[in-house]
């Protein structure tokens, strides 16, 4: 895991946890390395939800077309399945007990929908979208090669789950009193549960103490 700074490297992130959110929150400076050799099983094309029974990792499938070679960069996204509309099934039993799920839900079933060929145009205007609604100012930048030495906290290894990114301030979660309150959640969580309010409440993320630089 990644510690506090003011200039973070990322890779290209699908729906991150919300504690990375935070933590963008607190930067002067983003920079996103999409040249990286692109590993799979990670928060790239995968994100973390609270369903009524359980936390459910949903996926956009890819496919890469220079094999294991493959940067992220290059990546294409999979319509041979129509992940889309599992997406917007599973969120939608999900989180439509969440006070401001029909608020956003439309706009981010429209990203999903619009046939980007590439997955880092995918998330980055999700990416886009995030930072609007949270209000976070940061300045975003990509990398234009793979960045191999950083004068600041590079996070890209940090990103293989969502179990490392604990946030130490909860919020109301639908299922709260069944389940407590369950950690590590995508930004769509925060963001269907506490709506305008989500971005500030990321703010408070302050105690970064536990975190390592990787």
Same mark, same amino acid.
Request: aromatic residues 12%.
């Given at each position: 895991?990644?510690?506090?700074?003011?200039?973070?490297?990322?890779?290209?992130?699908?729906?991150?946890?919300?504690?990375?959110?935070?933590?963008?929150?607190?930067?002067?400076?983003?920079?996103?390395d999409t040249h990286e050799t %692109?590993?799979?099983?990670?928060?790239?094309?995968?994100?973390?939800?609270?369903?009524?029974?359980?936390?459910?990792? +949903?996926?956009?499938?890819?496919?890469?077309?220079?094999?294991?070679?493959?940067?992220?960069?290059?990546?294409?996204?999979? %319509?041979?399945?129509?992940?889309?509309?599992?997406?917007?099934?599973? +969120?939608?039993?999900?989180? &439509?007990? &969440?006070?401001?799920?029909? %608020?956003? =839900?439309? %706009?981010?079933?429209?990203?999903?929908?619009?046939?980007?060929?590439?997955?880092?145009?995918?998330? =980055?205007?999700?990416?886009?979208?995030?930072?609007?609604?949270?209000?976070?100012?940061?300045?975003?930048?990509?990398?234009?090669?793979?960045?191999?030495?950083?004068?600041?906290?590079?996070?890209?290894?940090?990103?293989?789950? &969502?179990?490392?990114?604990?946030?130490?301030?909860?919020?109301?979660?639908?299922?709260?009193?069944?389940?407590?309150?369950?950690?590590?959640?995508?930004?769509?969580?925060?963001?269907?549960?506490?709506?305008?309010? =989500?971005?500030?409440?990321?703010?408070k993320e302050t105690d970064y103490?536990? +975190?390592?630089?990787?």
């Open positions: 895991m990644c510690s506090q700074s003011n200039k973070l490297l990322l890779p290209s992130l699908l729906a991150p946890p919300a504690k990375l959110m935070a933590l963008m929150c607190h930067a002067e400076e983003i920079i996103i %692109y590993p799979k099983q990670t928060l790239r094309n995968r994100y973390f939800i609270g369903g009524p029974n359980d936390i459910r990792s +949903l996926v956009v499938p890819v496919h890469k077309p220079n094999g294991h070679r493959t940067k992220t960069s290059e990546i294409e996204i999979d %319509y041979n399945e129509n992940w889309p509309l599992y997406h917007r099934k599973t +969120l939608t039993t999900a989180y &439509s007990k &969440s006070p401001f799920f029909l %608020y956003y =839900a439309d %706009y981010i079933f429209a990203e999903f929908e619009r046939d980007h060929k590439r997955l880092i145009d995918l998330n =980055a205007a999700l990416q886009n979208i995030f930072m609007k609604w949270m209000n976070i100012k940061t300045s975003v930048s990509f990398a234009d090669d793979f960045v191999r030495e950083f004068n600041g906290v590079d996070c890209r290894t940090s990103c293989k789950n &969502s179990a490392e990114w604990v946030l130490q301030q909860s919020y109301y979660q639908p299922f709260d009193t069944i389940y407590g309150f369950r950690n590590s959640l995508s930004v769509l969580d925060i963001l269907f549960n506490l709506g305008p309010e =989500a971005g500030d409440h990321l703010i103490a536990g +975190l390592q630089s990787s």
